[in-house]
């Protein structure tokens, strides 16, 4: 178990070192001229202007020699001046990040709790009603763009009925706990806030529903599949041959098989929640990283997207790492 | 149990049908209709999609205006059919140039073996250990706006499922016994490739391809919405569903182009759930 | 033998099952299929019931029928069910599962899948023992590990907390048989229980079944398409075709004197290791295959087969009836008193030639064949499988060479070797003077022509996208040796013809054919070649004894008309004393012994042939039980491979024995050839 550990560990701090040298070369080598896009066309027209600031970024070394500076950087935590803010990108990410965890955390555990009892009981009860609700909701959750689903949630419920906060993580007129952790449940639970705690997750829910929907889709189409493919094994007929009962059989025979490839699915329904939270944040104006890459996208403010990109892609890296582990405890055949 | 001897009737004919081919049916009707939307957009849209009139903007669906206008007065319907031409090319061709590809990557990592097969697989690995999209959205931004840049982004991130999937079928059939009789028969190799490992191993590509084609249309989609997808005034489902996504109150604006990528990504999934249902014998005998 | 006989002796009022005119159906689209259509017997306490018969016969439908554990879409649709007297049929499912895995047990087909992979043995085994609440826990515990030990397990208390994977499969069946025997019950059922190992492990599991029913006296229902496998455990046998049972007698006198026409084929297709071999070595084999379950013929379902039908009964369906006390067989031939034959009509005849004693066609010398296992981790040493470790064969022309050996024991690798399918870590391969072993494939290409391979799985060597027709031409096309168009498809009905096919049937694709047909396609794309050496991997083992009869009888024609080579790989050492004229024994990657087949046969030199021939199930015959399991390949052995297992190991064995002729003709690695096994090995 530990040599896993190990090795797994090595091979992702290649591949995050390797993730820098893409994500430099992407930076550097693309054709888009960054100093045409930022310095403006009239400033662009003069080249003394041009070679200054070539100097001054550095632009002017070769590209090797950059990657080792952007590099060094990285060592000390820099990832660069956001344009558009002015301010460290490191700094915003720190910023924005922990409305992004929460949101992301509550919208994972929301699609673990339906996902899989959907996904089980689609399959025991194979063919019948809930079979069919089964399918129409990850259909349509896989099939929604999150997007749009956030503007219509947000249009019916706030909107419309009126039933539901707007956007935000707090109404206008309230104030944020103090920042400990800088996730709204945890610091208002902490300061006693009960009220603006009730607030925040009545906040929570439309955006986590909306983020929720298509990694449900998935989990329940993926708990469906493997638990269908449990249920046909030999052990199963095996297990009522001993005289099981239906149910012992589900939960102590079909279930810990079929979690085994539900479990690989973690890091894909992970890269599903980050794409999704990002549209997610926009609708519902959530002040965290999905709402920050949009900003930055729509600016083009280059430092931050490839500062985000790095650290949305180790996080991911990890993520990957922990289910590669989780994957080990599940399965005796691969723990060693 | 002695009593019930009498048989039950076998399922009908039609209810037979039904199951192995309605969902994959209905999907192939969406498919199509979309298919045939995008192709006559121009003789079936009453407006031209970037006519724009101000004095008429913001209008609710009326007989006029099908589905309303939008903040510049442009038509919402005309777009919406315009914009299937856009999320279907964009969709199709960013699977199939993807698809083609990784598959080329795939089968010759797992014939070639050894050095040339490790060194794809971990190139594999490398774009594999970024969340496409993010990664999608950086190579976008870095090429800049456009459709043609974000289909080029978006394929960068696209091949390595199907290079992993197709070196996996390869590898399966390369132990396959009819596979070994090829070899035993004295069959070139590029025959071998070709006439008995391909058609083998294509089932699960064009399962994995049908699904896929609604992914990259949501993903297109997405690109546009966080506005890396198309040069405005182009009509666009993920662009339009942007333009409206504060527009509460003018609930049309947003609305139906979403439930237009809603409808072709469903379409998409039902053709592919019932391809892959007809290529996998085990379901086909339920 | 003798404990369960005194048990039967004196049977206990109520039988353990009574089964009646059992229906059972496949609900299916194309209407319903009756698997099981009016099979009637009984069981006795402590009694022994063998049910045999061909895939399709429904002798495994007719197991889960008893258990009640049909899945959607079989139903029982008639008849009585009784255990211990109580209605099967007409009890709740949650008596039903009160009586499952605790007064009725079964054990199935496959160790592999039968075990869940992520949970330990001991809750898998202790689970029934807790389940039905016959003991505590802490009980259930000590049961388990006691239950381990006697089913042959060393070491139980370490191997209770192991999970499946770690186990071989002789080992987990084992493990399926203590789970079948955790409450102790009244009635076992064994649906193939020994199909998927190794003769030498089959023969342990048979034994202990036989143990099994003596010790705590528990009724067995074997189920098994080997007539051998059942003979050796159970004392009746009901011999299943076409959803029916249609003969039940005493094994013994089944295999002496069948009285239906089925079972007298199942009986004479198989060549029986215990008698002499005759010229002629063609093997009875009945046309046709068995009937489509959706439209059975109106009188007796074996009719259409039949070499002895007459009249009637293509008109009336026979009953099941007496033909001699204690014997049921339904047939009009045999009720109206007339014997079947001792065995098959008449052959070719004719002793083989013998071949030339020339240049060898084939020679092989000291050929090493080793994988490489992908590293677990970067850091994890580098593991191989050591499949072929220094072999020598010779192969002379027209001769047929077997290669016998347990599964694992190189026996497959070496047929790819010789096809250079894989290519050697080492040694030299000889085809007709030339050098194959380290040729570049295209070098070898035009050899190819020469040197052909038949497939073991009919299923998987065809490709299932192209047409027959396709396959057979697609090898002329591609080596120049006929003409696309008229020329080939001429070449390809001759090829149908050749191998028993109907030559209309070229643009049908595989899947329309049977298991059996699709081999005589495999063997005719083999031939299109017109090859000299063909190397035969397990051809017959997918296939029902009166398909392996078939397709033997093929391949003895064939050989003898087109004066083919034939290396013969095969598990089957009853098979391969028929066929071959020579025989080599692999274990672990070499030879133990080569000898012409009946020297070999009748006073093996190597004790490990001699344990391989003692373990074919052979009714009344004593065994020499070979214990334990092969060694791992992982890691080559030193010394002699076979000391490990070996009865007659001495500290001399550490030094290995060359591979040496003892006697002309008969080569053996041993120390000490011929020493262990002349008696009881004889018929």
Known sequence: MLRTLVTRLAGAAVMAVLATLVIFLIANTVPGDPVLAQLGDLAASNPATVA??????????????????????????????????????????????????????????????????????????????????????SLIGVSSPTFWLAFVMLAVFYGGLQIAPGPGRLDPIAFPPDEVTGLFLVDTILAGDWETFHDAVSHLVLPAIVLAAATIGLITRTTRAAMLEAIGQDYVRVSRAKGMREGYTILRHVLPNALIPVVTLGGLAYANLLAGAVMTETVFSWPGL??????????????????????????YLLVNLLVDLSYALLDPRVRR | MSASLALPAPRSRRARLWRRYGLAGIGAGIVLGWVLVAVLAPWLAPYPPDFVDVTNRLQPPSGQHWLGTDALGRDCFSRLLFGARISLLAGISVVALGAAFGTLVGMVAAYARGLADAALMRLTDLVLCFPPIILALAIAAALGIGTTNTIIAMLVVWWPKFARLARALALVQRSQEYVEAAVVLGLKPARILGRHIVPNAIGPLVVLVTLDIGNAIITFAGLSFLGLGVVPPTAEWGAMVAEGRELVEQWWVATFPGLAILTIVLGFNFLGDGVRDWLDPKARSR | MTASDRREAKPEAVPVLEVEDLRTVFLTDAGPVRAVDGVS?????????????????????????????????????GGRLRFQGRDLLAMRPDELRALRGDRMAMVFQDPMTGLN???????????????????????????????LGRMGITAPERSVSRFPHEFSGGMRQRVMLAMGFANDPALLIADEPTTALDVTIQAQILDLLRQLNA???????????????????????????????????????????????????????????DQPLGADRRLVSIEGAPPDALALPPGCRFAPRCPFKVERCEREHPPLAEVAPGRLARCWVTQAGQVLPKSGGAGFGGARPAPAAAEPLLSVRGLVKHFPLPRESFFAPKRVVHAVNGIDLDLKRGETLGI??????????????????????????????????????????????????????????????????????????????????????ERVGELLATVGLNPAWV?????????????????????????????????I????????????????????????????????????????????????????????AEALFARPLHPYTAVLISAVPVPGRTRVVLQGEPPSTLVLPTGCPFRTRCPIARPVCETPPPLAEHEAGRWAACHFPGEFGHAGVAA
Request: hydrophobic fraction near 45%.
């Open chain 1, 290 to 315: 999905g709402r920050y890459t949009f900003r930055s996208a729509a600016a083009l403010d280059f430092p931050a997207i490839m500062g985000i990109t790095l650290v949305v892609s180790v996080t």
């Open chain 1, 52 to 137: 200054e600031w070539r100097a001054k970024w550095g632009l002017d070394l070769p590209l090797w020699e950059r990657y080792f500076i952007f590099l060094r950087g990285l060592a000390h935590g820099d990832l660069g001046t956001s344009i558009a803010s002015q301010r460290p990108v490191l700094e915003d990410i720190a910023q924005y990040a922990p409305a992004t965890v929460e949101l992301s955390t509550i919208a994972f555990l929301l699609a673990l709790v339906t996902g899989i009892p959907l996904g089980i009981a689609a399959a025991v009860w194979r063919d019948s009603w809930v079979d069919a609700v089964a399918r129409v909701i």
């Open chain 3, 41 to 77: 017997f009984t069981v006795g306490a402590g009694e022994t019931l063998g049910i045999v018969g061909e895939s399709g016969s429904g002798k495994s439908v007719t197991a889960l029928s008893l258990m009640r554990l049909l899945e959607e879409p079989a139903r029982i649709v």
């Open chain 3, 507 to 539: 643009s049908r694709f595989p899947h329309e054919f049977s298991g059996g047909q699709r081999q005589r396609i495999s063997i005719a794309r083999a031939l299109a070649l017109q090859p000299e050496l063909v190397v035969a991997d397990e051809p």
């Open chain 3, 541 to 596: 083992s997918a296939l029902d004894v009166n398909i392996q009869a078939q397709i033997l009888n093929l391949m003895l024609d064939l050989q003898q008309r087109m004066g083919l080579t034939y290396l013969f790989i095969a598990h089957d050492l009853a098979v391969v004393r028929h066929l071959c004229d020579r025989v080599a024994v692999l274990y672990l990657g070499q030879v133990m012994e080569s000898a012409p």
């Open chain 3, 404 to 489: 016998v050996g347990e599964s694992g024991c190189g026996k497959s690798t070496l047929a790819r070797l010789v096809t250079r399918i894989h290519a050697p870590t080492a040694g030299s391969i000889t085809f007709d003077g030339q050098e194959i072993a380290s040729a570049s494939p295209a070098a070898i290409r035009p050899l190819r022509r020469r040197m052909q391979m038949v497939f073991q799985d009919p299923y998987a060597s065809l490709n299932p996208r192209m047409t027959i027709g396709d396959t057979l031409a697609e090898p002329l096309v591609a080596h120049g040796l006929a003409r696309r168009g008229a020329e080939v498809r």
């Open chain 3, 215 to 273: 010790e705590f006296g528990t009724a067995i229902v074997l189920i098994s398409h080997d007539l051998g496998v059942i003979g050796s455990v159970c004392r009746r046998v009901a011999v299943m075709y076409a959803g029916e049972v249609v003969e039940e007698a005493p094994t013994a006198e089944v295999l002496e004197d069948p009285r239906h026409p089925y079972a007298w084929a199942l009986v004479n297709a198989v060549p029986r290791i």
């Open chain 3, 117 to 147: 992979p992520v949970i330990r043995i001991l809750r898998q085994l202790t689970e029934p023992m807790t389940g039905h609440g016959r003991f505590t826990p802490p009980e259930a515990r000590r049961r388990a590990i006691g239950l």
